[in-house]
């Protein structure tokens, strides 16, 4: 665990998704799983006709927030909408696919405010098990404004 001493604010952790119900549960429990606590998760579900929502539904944690729209087939609209529902000071991005390591939020956020010159920062991801498609972020990159 990072010794942090950088603002508490909330931090929005966005899931948009498709058609995504073998993942979805294990995505959003590693996004549930963070050593920073002050998060919000929210699902934005463009029009899954798979059983996402009801895997969304049997999470049981008011930091979860489920929303449904119509299929746009733009992945952007989704992650558009997000950003607006989310409450959060910060913004964090995780596809429906991928897996935040438990420190992922507390060490980007860390590295965020090292330098106030930081106006962003990401992870990369590196693939894991057997599944080529699912993803883990590993590292950190930032970047100045």
Same mark, same amino acid.
């Given at each position: 665990m ?5 603002d /508490? =604010? /909330? ?5 948009? !998704?498709?058609?995504r ?15 920073? +606590? ?8 463009? =029009?899954? !006709?798979?059983?996402?929502?009801? %895997? ?15 299929h ?11 950003? /607006?529902?989310s *409450? =959060?000071?910060?913004?964090?991005? #995780? ?12 060490? #980007? #956020?860390? @590295? %965020? *405010?090292m330098?106030?010159?930081f ?6 991801? +590196?693939?894991?098990?057997? %599944?080529?498609?699912? *993803?883990?972020?590993?590292? #950190? /990159?930032?970047i100045? @404004?």
């Open positions: 990072i010794n942090t001493d950088f /508490k =604010g /909330k931090v929005s952790i966005i899931i948009p !998704t498709y058609n119900a073998q993942f979805i549960k294990e995505t959003i429990m590693s996004a549930l799983d963070q050593t920073y +606590k002050n998060i919000e998760v929210i699902v934005v579900d463009d =029009g899954s !006709t798979d059983s996402t929502k009801v %895997l969304v539904n049997e999470i049981k944690d008011k930091r979860v927030k489920y929303f449904y729209f119509q746009t087939g733009l992945q952007s609209a989704a992650r558009n909408m997000g950003m /607006k529902l *409450n =959060g000071e910060y913004i964090s991005f #995780l596809d429906s696919d991928d897996l935040l390591t438990p420190d992922a939020i507390e060490t #980007l #956020l860390f @590295h %965020l *405010n330098d106030k010159d106006g962003l920062v990401y992870g990369k991801v +590196k693939p894991f098990g057997n %599944l080529q498609n699912k *993803n883990i972020i590993n590292t #950190l /990159k930032t100045k @404004h």
